[in-house]
């Protein structure tokens, strides 16, 4: 199984990236798939989730009207446009996945996940 996140580089505040997260090993349209970020010396955090069909969307506060996560099924391929970006938005981000086999279930919190990608450096200064 692989997870391999692309997209991520530097930005000034105010500008926009799209990060894609690219699946291959498993059966793309049976899982969850979510975002997290880990900026430096702080915790993991989930900031978005789309379930497998994309009928649950969530965001985490901070992001919210901000970013847009989506998915591609016939591409296995997941989403994250991010604009509007903050200095805070700097991290590594993550793209994550959960087995929801049926059910329209995406991962919120670390715990959840079943695999993860490497992640991609995104960094906001001017």
């Known amino acids: 199984v692989q997870l391999v996140e692309s997209g991520g580089g530097l930005v000034q505040p105010g500008g926009s990236l799209r990060l894609s997260c690219v699946v291959s090993?498993?059966?793309?349209?049976?899982?969850?798939i979510g975002w997290f970020r880990r900026a430096a010396g702080k915790e993991r955090e989930g900031i978005s989730c789309?379930?497998?069909?994309?009928?649950?969307?969530n965001y985490e506060d901070s992001v919210k009207g901000r970013f847009t996560i989506s998915r591609d099924n016939a591409k296995n391929t997941a989403y994250l446009q991010m604009n509007n970006l903050k200095t805070d938005d700097t991290a590594v981000y993550y793209c994550a996945a959960l087995a929801a086999p049926g059910r329209e279930y995406c991962p919120i919190t670390s715990t959840d996940v079943d695999y993860w990608g490497k992640g991609a450096l995104v960094i906001v200064s001017s």
């Open positions: 090993g498993l059966q793309f349209n049976s899982y969850g």
């Open positions: 789309i379930s497998r069909t994309a009928f649950n969307i």
